[in-house]
């Protein structure tokens, strides 16, 4: 006499196998792409914020200042609205913008530099502490400069001018730069003094 077969002990073809194994492996390699995503948001995110901090430093160095040296005087032209591309860095182009731009050298920790022999920034970190560009080693990851705006008033002298500071830098999988600006206000007390005379 035969014996039933028992439906339950049946086992796994092996189509069945490989279709699990495909969906298996799908969601392996899901799961790596997010990993992937997350390291690059991380990094991003890790210099921004750096870049942020670099801009402050620079900012408050220059908040500093006598507001009449030579780095702190216009570049631009005084008027009552700010300059065509007033705070932004990078041309159309990408690339750094150089009008009315002036760029972070190392000297102006000690005041040795030859543009401006009297500038003496303090608190801000120097160049080569900074981590190296990727694509460009001998420069370093975060380029940081400023650009003045002077308000036109009835006295010459402007009372505040406003300061865009910038840092450009470059994601480690992104070519293209990205740049943060930090607007800051640099009094002139003197000036300002002598404005409100004026209006008495």
Do not use: C
């Not at 009297?118 to 900074?130: F, I």
């Not at 370093?140 to 008033?153: D, E, F, G, K, N």
């Not at 943060?180 to 409100?196: D, E, H, K, M, W």
Request: aromatic share 6%; hydrophobic share 40%.
């Amino acid at each position: 006499m035969r014996r039933a077969r028992n439906s339950g002990m049946r086992g796994v073809t092996l189509i069945e196998a490989m279709i699990s194994l495909t969906l298996l492996l799908i969601g392996i390699l899901g799961l790596m792409r997010l990993q992937v995503i997350g390291f690059t948001s991380n990094e991003g995110a890790r210099s921004n914020g750096t870049a942020q901090e670099l801009a402050r430093e620079l900012a408050a160095g220059l908040e500093r200042l006598d507001p009449s040296l030579d780095a702190l005087l216009v570049a631009n032209t005084i008027a009552d609205a700010p300059p065509s591309g007033f705070g932004n860095p990078l041309d159309a182009s990408g690339n750094l913008a150089t009008s009315g731009w002036r760029d972070w050298d190392d000297a102006y920790l000690t005041g040795t530099t030859s543009a401006y022999p009297s500038l003496k920034v303090v608190g801000v970190q120097p160049d080569s502490a900074l981590p190296s560009d990727p694509l460009d080693p001998s420069k370093p990851l975060y380029r940081r400069r400023w650009s003045i705006w002077q308000v036109a008033t009835s006295n010459a002298a402007s009372g505040v001018r406003l300061a865009a500071v910038s840092v450009v830098y470059h994601e480690r999988t992104i070519t293209r730069p990205r740049a943060i600006t930090l607007y800051v206000q640099i009094p002139n007390l003197g000036a300002s003094t002598v404005n409100a005379s004026a209006y008495r």
